[in-house]
């Protein structure tokens, strides 16, 4: 364990590219994110507390929550930290294709990258899953409990939601567009076990996804991008959300680039960290909501 719970939040940039981009997406679910650092302030806020004695209380209950190995909280961090770490190397794969579908004389770039909507398929469905095991650690049950996960869907709040949403918008619709969901399936199965292999999100992760061996952790994959897809398609159409509302919504927050969605999707990936950022502010109001009804 590098950092305690309370160094990691507090940590937390009050402003940065990734804050920018998660403000930028408040119009998808309004008000349910806010940037809230500091380990003391993510108490106050969580809990409405306001008596000192109590609040040292909680934080000393959530931090010892968090350092007890047999609680799911560290590896939940590990995970969302991890997932995010080597996610701009796939975007960079996808913006290097990119490149050389759009400039003649760079062709051959195609040909030593993977095509970027396969990259972003099977990125996609490696976060999901990270999020999907993030879960089950954080709430004590088997790490294979996809139902559950798309049970929870249903009221999902705060940081957990602006981060599916995040998902949803710049992993899924915008690399890929709004019926993103039939054709990461399919981009998934076609990649097969090879393609899931040379991804280095799964690569990093892999030792916590359930199943065992390359080709059953596919099959759980493939089962956790199904199990939502209900869910998923009724937000997006709920939400409008096409490619160009979010490349309308994003212009500007990430510059230098043109506004093609697919390029957006790969500069995104390069340039911020919303699982690690969220997934660490999840993972404090877990154990501060616990932390209050235990102390």
């Keep these: 364990m590098s950092q305690t719970i309370y160094e990691l939040v507090d940590d937390l940039p009050a402003k940065s590219l ?19 650092v500091g380990f003391e302030n993510t ?34 961090v590990w995970l969302y930290q991890t997932v995010d770490s080597v996610q701009g190397l796939g975007g960079f794969a996808s913006f290097v294709n990119k ?3 759009s400039v003649g004389f760079l062709s051959f770039l195609t040909k030593i990258t993977p095509q970027a909507d396969t990259t972003q398929a099977v990125d996609f469905g490696v976060k999901l899953v990270t999020e999907i095991v993030a879960f089950c650690k954080i709430n004590g049950i088997p790490g294979d409990r996809i139902t559950d996960f798309v049970e929870s869907l249903a009221d999902m709040r ?37 393609g899931l292999q040379e991804n280095k999100a799964f690569a990093a992760i892999s030792a916590m996804i359930p199943g065992g ?13 199904g199990g939502i897809q209900g869910w998923t398609k009724s937000f997006v159409q709920q939400k409008h959300l096409t490619p160009v509302s979010i490349t309308e919504k994003l212009r500007g927050t990430i510059g ?22 969220t997934g660490i502010q999840s993972v404090a109001r877990s154990l501060i909501s616990r932390a209050a009804a235990e102390v």
């Design 18 to 36: 990734t804050t920018r981009m998660l403000g930028a997406l408040d119009w998808v679910v309004p008000g349910e994110w806010q940037n809230i």
């Design 43 to 76: 108490i106050r806020h969580v809990t409405g507390e306001k008596n000192e004695a109590r609040i040292q209380k909680i934080g000393e209950r959530a931090i010892a929550l968090y350092n007890d190995k047999t609680q799911g909280y560290q590896r939940a």
């Design 158 to 194: 705060h940081e957990s939601l602006m981060r599916m949403a995040a998902l949803i918008t710049v992993d899924g619709v915008l690399p890929l567009g709004p019926d993103f969901m039939d054709k990461a399936l399919g981009l998934i199965d076609r990649s097969g076990v090879s």
């Design 256 to 277: 230098g680039l043109e506004s093609k969605g697919d390029w957006i999707a790969a500069s995104v990936d390069m340039t911020t960290n919303y699982f690690e950022h």
């Design 99 to 101: 490149i050389g579908e």
């Design 213 to 225: 061996s390359p080709a059953k952790q596919l099959d759980f994959i493939k089962e956790g991008v």
